[in-house]
């Protein structure tokens, strides 16, 4: 059965530094989510991403965040400078879109911010 | 904007019993979708079961099934011949119809955390 994969599943970097998350999405997929889960609180919306440009986005992605699909197969979400509240697990997710579109979640990236 | 409460922060069930998980939500659309998502220790987010709020017709999936009560804005899963794989997180989510115009995020609860004794 198709999924989502996720890499890497756990990211340590420093404060102020870039990181690069990426995902797969399971390819006849057309749209494609990031969303956000700090440790012991709700999933979270961040953005959502439809024939190459952001369809959506929440008041969570700022400036810092940045999203890309680089070519026909990967999913990317940059965070460009990494604050310490940006720990965090990611989900990357995708659907086929229309009106009964269900979302299928990727493992996860655990994003450990020092 | 809609919302998505779980009651319940814990919930725990024997081996082979039944148990019900709760879920409200507030919404002013009259068209959406529900959803139940499982996170398990290893935090990989699974598809349980959905429900079309334009079907009266409760949804079931195997030992999965959910009470939906589209008046009372109620949407509760029910876990019958509880299994040890069972024990996670249950998140239940809400996404707008995407034909109304509506958002395309999932809205999620806080969770319901799941323990299932032998």
């Known amino acids: 059965e198709p999924e989502v994969t996720q890499t890497p599943s756990h990211q340590v970097t420093q404060m102020g530094q870039e990181v690069i998350l990426r995902c797969v999405p399971i390819?006849?997929?057309?749209?494609f989510y990031w969303y956000r889960q700090i440790l012991g609180q709700k999933v979270e919306f961040l953005v959502s991403?439809?024939?190459?440009?952001?369809?959506?986005k929440s008041e969570i992605f700022d400036d810092q965040f940045s999203v890309e699909r680089p070519d026909g197969s990967n999913f990317t979400l940059k965070i460009r400078s990494t604050k310490l509240e940006d720990s965090a697990m990611y989900f990357c997710?995708?659907?086929?879109?229309?009106?009964?579109?269900?979302?299928?979640f990727g493992p996860g990236t655990r994003l450990t911010v020092l | 904007a809609q919302t998505v409460t779980q009651s319940q922060p814990e919930m725990s069930v024997q081996e082979a019993e039944t148990v019900t998980l709760s879920c409200t939500y507030d919404?002013?659309?009259?068209?959406?979708?529900l959803f139940w998502y499982k996170q398990p220790p290893s935090r990989q987010m699974i598809l349980v079961i959905r429900?079309?709020?334009?079907?009266?017709q409760n949804a079931t999936e195997n030992r999965f099934s959910v009470n939906f009560q589209k008046a009372a804005k109620s949407f509760s899963l029910k876990i019958s011949d509880s299994q040890l794989g069972d024990a996670a997180m249950y998140f239940c989510?809400?996404?707008?119809?995407?034909?109304?115009?509506?958002?395309?995020?999932?809205?999620f609860g806080k969770g319901t955390k799941l323990t299932v004794n032998p």
């Open positions: 997710a995708s659907g086929q879109g229309g009106s009964t579109d269900t979302q299928y």
């Open positions: 390819s006849n997929h057309l749209y």
């Open positions: 991403f439809y024939n190459n440009e952001i369809s959506e």
């Open positions: 919404t002013s659309e009259s068209d959406y979708y």
């Open positions: 429900q079309e709020a334009y079907k009266q």
């Open positions: 989510a809400y996404r707008s119809s995407l034909t109304q115009g509506g958002s395309e995020k999932l809205v």
